[in-house]
């Protein structure tokens, strides 16, 4: 008998019949003696058409009603999930994330969890009860509904396993599990049996869009083992968890390439200490993610600070540093959308050298020019033209020997 | 300056544009400067939806998850209804059941309010906010999703006009107001100014439609006095209000048909102390709601029990009295769904006399069988054949001279 904690996302759960398709899993592990929590995302579709119908009542809804609208998502799923395991004969109770006991910091549609409270949910996992938790949600201190952004299903599922020690915990979605590469692009990418956290890290938050970073750090930091599948069959996903010393052996793990981020240049801004603190503290308070950030001084003391910003937030970060700009006395914001950022990853780059010049020299070959280059201890990204992005992905997944490995 | 609790149904809130027209409404009341709690429904169709796709899941869903779902179709009114406000510059805050501090008992789907929690939201109300609270949901004390049964909204809207002190309570609908009869089957039916709490308790309880019962006891047992009227215009409503001397001038108030009852006979039971009592305690231990008894003892020792209930709990009925039967020694149960209630009502029956012949002279001249009848110091209900109710309420509102007064 094991504790395990699963999830389940939109496509999972997209309609009544997978549904039960989902309840009849559950009823299967459940029946072999194992205690289940099941953390189940909004049907897919369901959170676009809300946002839909608020932008039809408002230009610019509020974070704290869009919390309050997007929490329904979860809700009608948890209740349906449940059903149908009672339809299967099957002991289930639904607990949104309030019920849970998610408690979250106050910061709307990107809310963070503070403590999880799990002794109303260990009362009905002690009594032999499924229990189903509505993802992504959670309630602050003042008792307003919090949701966690995206992505934050699988925070939940894994901020749950941690919560009540759970011996496994499984995210279920609609690919196999972490591949080197994109499959649909890169023909002979393969699937991973294993990835350690820091790797599974850098793939995220690089756009393989199988996991939000968030969630991989926290598994990191409660050290809570979990393994990426699909709900559609019953193959063997990829395991992610911490480094072990054979990872090394293999330099380069997986190439990732993120179509989601937009270039800003904030150019001719005086060369004075203190000015690329205030915009990147402007950025953080309106809780824009930066990333990729090259500082270049140019002449007669003027600087350009050029980054990436996901795509969704290039007008607000527009509109974020107008104002600083007037404070720090001059400089202009310019935005290119159409770029892609492209990264290799893997913890073996600690201790093997050459693989940037292995990148860049197979990428020159390929006629893709460099815009940025960042590098961290196991990964390197650059961003490039979105349209070569495809051909450098393949062109680097080849470079790496990643489909023979 | 007034404390207002206005609440707006389904059919009010029933897309983005109409709930558009409800936060234009709510903005001209505030402008004048009154505080608003505004107590919304579901869009109308969302809740058959939401049931529907539980029968997908689940031939017999549970209670509690059926509440659970249910709830999200108030959550997205809310705060749909916020951002509309947020959109015409009014400051508004959206409140769940559970967080406006509505507390209630653990009955599932039928729900009753215990006490209600106002402070926070009396503190937003006193920051100038409007607040939006979701109807016909609350939270019982073990955290759990309760909704309020049929009519619900109206009677959160109510509690909260006690809970808060308010200074008026409007529940807009689709029709303008309470009539003499329903004016789809009486042409020349007239809309009421007044109506007593016990007037509207009876047409309530008789199938006016407007409102459920429990709503209007609410009201009359914390002296509410509210209006009812329609949201798609500006005429005024029906005043409900305690009883005022000159009500009694008018002899019949209006005329209810009431098509949602069926007729269950229990037959055959034996004639003992004690079987009437076994038979209405567990209907009532069902929670289903009873109606029009009547018992005749047959010959031999063996009796009749007829009564009335909702038409959608016959089988509910059927099964809860299948035990009972056993248990006191025989009997059989037919039911009826055929069948209407039109009743006459008016809190000057008190004091007139004459009113059951008036009424029973003219349905036998209109060839109308009456197969039940029962009394009450305000009203006259008969149960007849549900393909002559329409025209049975025509000839007793004109019996009644009720076009005219």
Redesign the interface.
């Known amino acids: 008998m094991a504790r395990i904690v699963q999830k389940y996302g939109g496509t999972s759960v997209g309609d009544?019949?997978r549904?039960?398709n989902v309840?009849a899993r559950i009823k299967a592990i459940r029946d072999e003696g194992n205690e289940l929590v099941v953390v189940v995302s909004a049907r897919a579709g369901v959170t676009n058409e809300?946002i839909a119908?608020?932008k039809?009542?408002?230009?610019?809804?509020?974070e704290?009603?869009?919390d309050?609208?997007l929490?329904?998502g979860e809700?009608?799923t948890?209740?349906?999930?449940?059903?149908?395991l009672?339809?299967l004969g099957v002991q289930a109770?639904?607990y949104?994330g309030?019920?849970a006991g998610i408690f979250t910091d106050k910061v709307h549609t990107k809310a963070k969890i503070r403590t999880i409270d799990a002794k109303?949910l260990e009362k009905d996992l002690n009594a032999g009860k499924v229990i189903i938790v509505a993802g992504f949600q959670g309630i602050n201190d003042?008792?307003?509904?919090t949701t966690l952004g995206r992505g934050g299903s699988d925070l939940t599922a894994i901020a749950l396993a941690a919560a009540i020690k759970a011996d496994k915990c499984e995210i279920y979605t609609d690919v196999d599990g972490v591949y080197t590469a994109d499959p649909r692009v890169v023909k002979n990418a393969r699937k991973l049996d294993e990835i350690s956290y820091d790797e599974m890290l850098e793939l995220a938050s690089l756009g393989s869009k199988v996991m939000q970073t968030r969630s991989v750090e926290f598994a990191s930091k409660y050290n809570v083992v979990f393994e990426v599948r699909s709900s559609f069959n019953h193959n063997p996903g990829t395991i992610v968890k911490q480094e072990v010393a054979y990872m090394e052996k293999v330099v380069v793990r997986g190439v990732a390439v993120d179509k989601d981020q937009a270039k800003v240049v904030v150019s001719n801004i005086p060369d004075k200490p203190g000015t690329a603190a205030k915009v990147f503290r402007a950025l953080a308070d309106a809780n824009i993610n930066v990333d990729m950030i090259v500082q270049n001084v140019g002449r007669q003391g003027v600087a350009n600070l050029t980054f990436t910003v996901p795509q969704t937030e290039t007008a607000k970060a527009e509109r974020t540093l107008a104002p600083v700009l007037k404070e720090i006395g001059g400089g202009n914001v310019s935005v290119d959308e159409k770029i892609a950022k492209l990264s290799v990853v893997g913890v073996g780059m600690r201790t093997h050298s050459g693989v940037a010049a292995t990148l860049f020299t197979s990428l020159a070959d390929a006629g893709v020019n460099l815009e940025l280059i960042s590098t961290s201890e196991i990964k390197i990204s650059v961003v490039i033209a979105r349209d070569q992005a495809d051909e450098a992905a393949r062109v680097a997944h080849a470079a790496f020997h990643l489909d023979e490995i």
């Open positions: 009544p019949a549904i039960k309840a809300l119908r608020a039809e009542v408002c230009a610019n809804p509020s704290r009603e869009m309050q609208l929490a329904v809700q009608e948890i209740a349906l999930t449940a059903m149908a009672h339809g109770v639904s949104t309030a019920q109303p003042e008792g307003q509904t």
